[in-house]
C-alpha cells in the first residue's frame, strides 16, 4: 500500500516543483502511532525556504483532495532533507562527490556494514569511500546493489 502511494504522491507532485525549479528528494508514507504522514521533502541548488515549502504543501494539498488517493486520514508535511539529506537516485551520489557521506550496507564488507567518509566515486555500479583511520587513508568500494541507505554526514573538525 505505502509503496503505491508514495508513487502516486511523486507523479502529482513533480508538475509542481518543476516551474519552482525545486527537487523531490524523498517522500515517506508512514503510520506513527495511531496517526499516518505523508512526507514530501524537496530542495533546490540554493536550498528551500518556508514559504517554498508553503507553496508545494498548498498545491499538493488541492491535488491530493482532487485526486484523493489515500484512503486514511493523514498529515501532509512538506519540509527540506536538512542537512544529513538522504542519497537515494544515482544523481544524488553523483552530486555528492567530494562530501562526507554515511552509508549502511545490507551484508558486511570487509567485515563492516557501516562506512562514514568521503565520497570519492560513484560509477553506477560502485561507491568509493575514502575513509581516515587515525593518520591513514582507507579506501573502501562498496557494490551500489548492496547500499541499503545513505546520507549525509555532518562532521565537526
Same mark, same amino acid.
Given at each position: 500500500?505505502?509503496?503505491?502511494? %508514495?508513487?502516486?504522491?511523486?507523479?502529482?507532485?513533480?508538475?509542481? *516543483?518543476?516551474?519552482?525549479?525545486?527537487? *523531490?528528494?524523498?517522500?515517506?508514507?508512514?503510520? /506513527?502511532?495511531?496517526?499516518?504522514? *505523508?512526507?514530501?521533502?524537496?530542495?533546490?541548488? %540554493?536550498?528551500?525556504?518556508?514559504?517554498?515549502?508553503?507553496?508545494?504543501?498548498?498545491? *499538493?494539498?488541492?491535488?491530493?483532495?482532487?485526486? =484523493?488517493?489515500?484512503?486514511?486520514?493523514?498529515?501532509? /508535511?512538506?519540509?527540506?532533507?536538512?542537512?544529513?539529506?538522504?542519497?537515494?537516485? =544515482?544523481?544524488?551520489?553523483?552530486?555528492?562527490? &567530494?562530501?562526507?557521506?554515511?552509508?549502511? #550496507?545490507?551484508?558486511?564488507?570487509?567485515?563492516?556494514?557501516?562506512?562514514? &567518509?568521503?565520497? #570519492?566515486?560513484?560509477?553506477?555500479? #560502485?561507491? %568509493?569511500?575514502?575513509?581516515? +583511520?587515525? %593518520?591513514?587513508?582507507? +579506501?573502501?568500494?562498496?557494490?551500489? /546493489?548492496?547500499?541499503?541507505?545513505?546520507?549525509?554526514?555532518? #562532521?565537526?573538525?
Amino acid at each position: 500500500m505505502s509503496k503505491k502511494v %508514495t508513487e502516486i504522491v511523486e507523479e502529482m507532485v513533480q508538475p509542481i *516543483l518543476e516551474p519552482l525549479n525545486l527537487e *523531490l528528494v524523498d517522500i515517506e508514507y508512514a503510520k /506513527e502511532g495511531k496517526d499516518w504522514f *505523508l512526507r514530501v521533502f524537496i530542495d533546490s541548488e %540554493t536550498g528551500v525556504d518556508i514559504e517554498d515549502c508553503g507553496t508545494v504543501s498548498e498545491k *499538493l494539498s488541492e491535488k491530493l483532495d482532487e485526486v =484523493d488517493p489515500i484512503p486514511y486520514n493523514y498529515f501532509l /508535511e512538506v519540509s527540506s532533507p536538512g542537512a544529513e539529506r538522504p542519497l537515494k537516485k =544515482d544523481k544524488d551520489f553523483e552530486k555528492s562527490i &567530494g562530501k562526507q557521506v554515511y552509508l549502511k #550496507t545490507y551484508e558486511p564488507i570487509d567485515g563492516e556494514k557501516e562506512f562514514e &567518509g568521503e565520497l #570519492t566515486g560513484f560509477d553506477g555500479m #560502485t561507491v %568509493t569511500i575514502s575513509i581516515m +583511520i587515525k %593518520t591513514r587513508k582507507r +579506501i573502501v568500494e562498496i557494490p551500489y /546493489e548492496k547500499v541499503a541507505s545513505a546520507r549525509l554526514a555532518v #562532521t565537526f573538525n
